[in-house]
């Protein structure tokens, strides 16, 4: 029983965040704030291109052959759907932002209690 | 007499799933490897794995949310504002995952229109999830290597002690 309203405690917490997210998603400050961002990205509309993409010479664009017409990009587009093995590299790129994250902390850690060990001590 | 094997302690249980739930967070990040799919299924499982993990810490986070303001310690609070940030994140995640998803939910009748505004949302957080990753799991480095030490310290079978005096006896010492 416990249990069940710990997760309903949760699954509330989430609700609040979800209502949160809806209302800056549909408030004008967040359009502006999104829609700036998509500009800076590149419309991403269905057929839609990025900037600087043009025409193959055989007359094909560039995007061609994926369901969306969308260039695929990992994790910033959904266009390829299958699984491919070439895609470890996004996530060994995220274990690698993680890695330093956690060498900065742990190499930081461990310089501010080598300071503090060296600092003199007032007799 | 049968050696018992030794039941997992709570320590171990957190660890087991949190280093899965961290190596399907690493996969379910990159649906250039997983294709969609299983991102979608992936994601939807991992947030199941977040409700179990934030129960498995439930006494953890009603603590600190009552000492707040009062006795916690600076770490603690720290650690707490990341881990709510990471939970919002998360939040939005699945949430704006929901409304762009291509393959689970159509499987139920359920399709959503297309929003461009979902989707930079659901880049957006994911950008920042892996960045709070990072900051969460090097707040918990030190918890993560002791408990591990611990995992591959212990023996995986329980013997007793009247066995073990059994076995020392009989084996020949060498000199």
Known sequence: MKTIFRTMAILAAALVVVGGIYLFAKSSYGQSFLSSRSEHHGPRGAGGMPPGFSERPDGAMFGEGFPDGERFEGRRGHGDRGPSIFGIGEAIKNLVIIAICVTLFVLGGRLLQGGQRDKPRNL | ?175
């Open chain 2, 1 to 175: 007499m049968a050696a018992n094997r030794r039941p997992m302690n709570r320590t171990t249980v957190n660890l087991l799933l949190d280093g899965v739930s961290f190596i399907a967070f690493l996969a379910a990040t990159a649906p250039a490897l997983t294709g969609l799919a299983i991102h979608e299924w992936l994601s939807i499982a991992l947030a199941g794995a977040v409700v179990t993990h934030l129960l498995l810490h439930w006494s953890w986070i009603i603590g600190i949310a009552q000492r707040f303001f009062s006795k916690a310690s600076w770490n603690s609070r720290v650690n707490y504002i990341l881990n709510s940030l990471l939970f919002i994140t998360f939040t939005v995640i699945i949430f704006t995952g929901v409304m762009i998803s291509e393959v689970a939910l159509p499987m139920f009748g359920l399709e959503f229109a297309r929003n461009d505004t979902w989707m930079q949302l659901h880049r957006l957080s994911s950008d920042a999830t892996v960045f709070l990753m990072g900051l969460h799991v090097a707040l918990h480095w030190r918890w993560i290597v002791n408990a591990t030490r611990k995992l591959f310290s212990r023996p995986l079978v329980h013997r007793p002690q009247s066995q073990v005096d059994l076995i020392a006896s009989s084996t020949p010492e060498v000199n």
